[in-house]
Nanobody
């Protein structure tokens, strides 16, 4: 199983980035997909979830600014991040979880937002 996150980088406050997480080795459509993030010195937190049926859930801190989406044909999940703030600086991890509790993690991609 592989989850390959990409798209991180350095961006100014107010800017946008789009993260991608390409998966292999799982039946992608059977997995809810999550984006977590971990800021320096803080615990990892759940930023966004997209379920098997396409429904989405967002942390209050990103609601209205971030959009999670999935392409089942490409086995890929995306996180469109707009109006970025310095507080969004973190390593972003994708995660796949199925109804049986099986969970897989990607390697993380660093997002740095400068003020």
């Amino acid at each position: 199983v592989q989850l390959q996150a990409s798209g991180g980088g350095l961006v100014q406050a107010g800017g946008s980035l789009r993260l991608s997480c390409a998966t292999s080795g799982i039946t992608f459509s059977n997995y809810a997909m999550n984006w977590y993030r971990q800021a320096p010195g803080k615990q990892r937190e759940l930023a966004a979830t997209i379920n098997i049926d396409g429904s989405t859930v967002y942390a209050d801190s990103v609601k209205g600014r971030f959009t999670i989406s999935r392409d089942n044909a490409k086995n890929t999940v995306y996180l469109q991040m707009n109006s970025l703030e310095p507080e969004d600086t973190a390593v972003y991890y994708c995660n796949a979880r199925d109804i049986f509790g099986r969970s897989f993690w990607g390697q993380g991609t660093l997002v740095t937002v400068s003020s």
